[in-house]
Nanobody, 124 residues
Framework: QVQLVESGGGSVQAGGSLGLSCAVFGYTYSTHYMAWFRQAPGKGREGVAVIDLDGRSRYEDSVKGRFTISQDNAKNTLYLQMNSLKPEDSAMYYC??????????????????WGQGTQVTVSS
Protein backbone atom coordinates (compact mmCIF):
# COMPACT_ATOMS: atom_id res chain seq x y z
CA GLN A 1 0.00 0.00 0.00
CA VAL A 2 1.39 3.36 -1.04
CA GLN A 3 1.32 6.14 1.54
CA LEU A 4 2.38 9.75 1.29
CA VAL A 5 2.94 11.55 4.57
CA GLU A 6 3.37 15.31 4.53
CA SER A 7 4.96 17.48 7.17
CA GLY A 8 5.87 21.10 7.56
CA GLY A 9 3.61 24.00 6.76
CA GLY A 10 2.17 26.34 9.33
CA SER A 11 1.70 30.08 9.60
CA VAL A 12 4.08 32.80 8.47
CA GLN A 13 4.01 36.48 7.65
CA ALA A 14 4.21 37.70 4.07
CA GLY A 15 7.77 37.62 2.82
CA GLY A 16 8.67 34.69 5.03
CA SER A 17 9.66 31.12 4.19
CA LEU A 18 8.34 27.65 4.88
CA GLY A 19 9.39 24.15 3.90
CA LEU A 20 7.22 21.12 3.23
CA SER A 21 8.23 17.48 3.16
CA CYS A 22 6.47 14.42 1.82
CA ALA A 23 7.69 10.94 2.76
CA VAL A 24 6.68 8.10 0.45
CA PHE A 25 6.14 4.54 1.64
CA GLY A 26 5.42 1.39 -0.32
CA TYR A 27 5.99 2.74 -3.85
CA THR A 28 7.54 0.14 -6.15
CA TYR A 29 7.30 1.60 -9.67
CA SER A 30 10.59 2.15 -11.50
CA THR A 31 9.69 5.69 -12.49
CA HIS A 32 7.77 8.54 -10.96
CA TYR A 33 6.47 12.05 -11.20
CA MET A 34 6.00 13.84 -7.91
CA ALA A 35 4.17 17.10 -7.48
CA TRP A 36 2.83 19.63 -5.05
CA PHE A 37 -0.71 20.87 -5.47
CA ARG A 38 -2.62 23.38 -3.40
CA GLN A 39 -6.23 24.18 -2.79
CA ALA A 40 -7.59 27.35 -1.23
CA PRO A 41 -11.13 27.52 0.17
CA GLY A 42 -13.69 27.76 -2.62
CA LYS A 43 -11.11 27.11 -5.34
CA GLY A 44 -10.01 24.13 -7.37
CA ARG A 45 -6.86 22.12 -6.79
CA GLU A 46 -3.92 23.85 -8.49
CA GLY A 47 -0.60 22.35 -9.50
CA VAL A 48 2.36 24.22 -8.07
CA ALA A 49 5.50 22.27 -8.93
CA VAL A 50 6.42 18.87 -10.33
CA ILE A 51 9.61 16.85 -10.54
CA ASP A 52 10.40 13.60 -12.32
CA LEU A 53 12.72 10.76 -11.37
CA ASP A 54 15.61 12.42 -13.22
CA GLY A 55 15.15 15.70 -11.39
CA ARG A 56 13.55 17.70 -14.15
CA SER A 57 11.13 20.20 -12.65
CA ARG A 58 8.39 22.55 -13.71
CA TYR A 59 6.62 25.34 -11.86
CA GLU A 60 3.35 27.14 -12.04
CA ASP A 61 3.98 30.72 -13.19
CA SER A 62 2.99 32.43 -9.95
CA VAL A 63 5.61 30.54 -7.90
CA LYS A 64 8.55 30.61 -10.30
CA GLY A 65 11.61 32.07 -8.63
CA ARG A 66 10.06 31.70 -5.15
CA PHE A 67 9.41 27.97 -4.73
CA THR A 68 11.86 25.12 -5.21
CA ILE A 69 10.87 21.48 -5.54
CA SER A 70 13.44 18.80 -4.81
CA GLN A 71 13.66 15.14 -3.91
CA ASP A 72 15.89 12.71 -2.14
CA ASN A 73 15.35 9.41 -3.91
CA ALA A 74 17.42 7.52 -1.34
CA LYS A 75 15.08 8.75 1.40
CA ASN A 76 11.93 8.55 -0.75
CA THR A 77 11.14 12.10 0.21
CA LEU A 78 9.84 15.09 -1.71
CA TYR A 79 10.41 18.67 -0.61
CA LEU A 80 9.03 22.11 -1.37
CA GLN A 81 10.94 25.16 -0.20
CA MET A 82 8.74 28.25 -0.32
CA ASN A 83 10.33 31.69 -0.08
CA SER A 84 8.92 35.21 -0.39
CA LEU A 85 5.51 33.91 0.55
CA LYS A 86 2.42 35.94 -0.25
CA PRO A 87 -1.06 35.85 1.29
CA GLU A 88 -2.35 34.35 -1.96
CA ASP A 89 -0.11 31.32 -1.34
CA SER A 90 -2.33 30.38 1.61
CA ALA A 91 -3.91 26.99 0.95
CA MET A 92 -3.91 23.34 1.84
CA TYR A 93 -0.87 21.83 0.16
CA TYR A 94 -0.89 18.24 -1.07
CA CYS A 95 1.88 16.04 -2.42
CA UNK A 96 1.01 13.74 -5.28
CA UNK A 97 2.71 10.80 -6.96
CA UNK A 98 2.24 8.87 -10.14
CA UNK A 99 4.30 6.53 -12.34
CA UNK A 100 3.57 8.48 -15.50
CA UNK A 101 1.81 11.75 -16.26
CA UNK A 102 2.99 12.48 -19.81
CA UNK A 103 2.55 16.20 -20.35
CA UNK A 104 -0.22 16.49 -17.77
CA UNK A 105 2.18 17.80 -15.14
CA UNK A 106 -0.40 19.96 -13.40
CA UNK A 107 -3.44 17.80 -14.01
CA UNK A 108 -4.51 16.37 -10.66
CA UNK A 109 -6.27 13.47 -12.43
CA UNK A 110 -2.91 12.25 -13.73
CA UNK A 111 -1.64 11.42 -10.24
CA UNK A 112 -2.52 8.17 -8.55
CA UNK A 113 -1.46 8.72 -4.97
CA TRP A 114 -2.03 11.66 -2.64
CA GLY A 115 -1.01 12.82 0.79
CA GLN A 116 -3.43 14.05 3.41
CA GLY A 117 -2.53 17.71 3.03
CA THR A 118 -0.81 20.29 5.19
CA GLN A 119 -2.01 23.84 5.77
CA VAL A 120 0.01 26.89 4.81
CA THR A 121 -1.24 30.27 6.00
CA VAL A 122 0.44 33.53 5.02
CA SER A 123 -0.67 36.69 6.78
CA SER A 124 -0.20 40.18 5.39
Amino acid sequence: QVQLVESGGGSVQAGGSLGLSCAVFGYTYSTHYMAWFRQAPGKGREGVAVIDLDGRSRYEDSVKGRFTISQDNAKNTLYLQMNSLKPEDSAMYYCALGPWVGVRWFDSNAYKYWGQGTQVTVSS
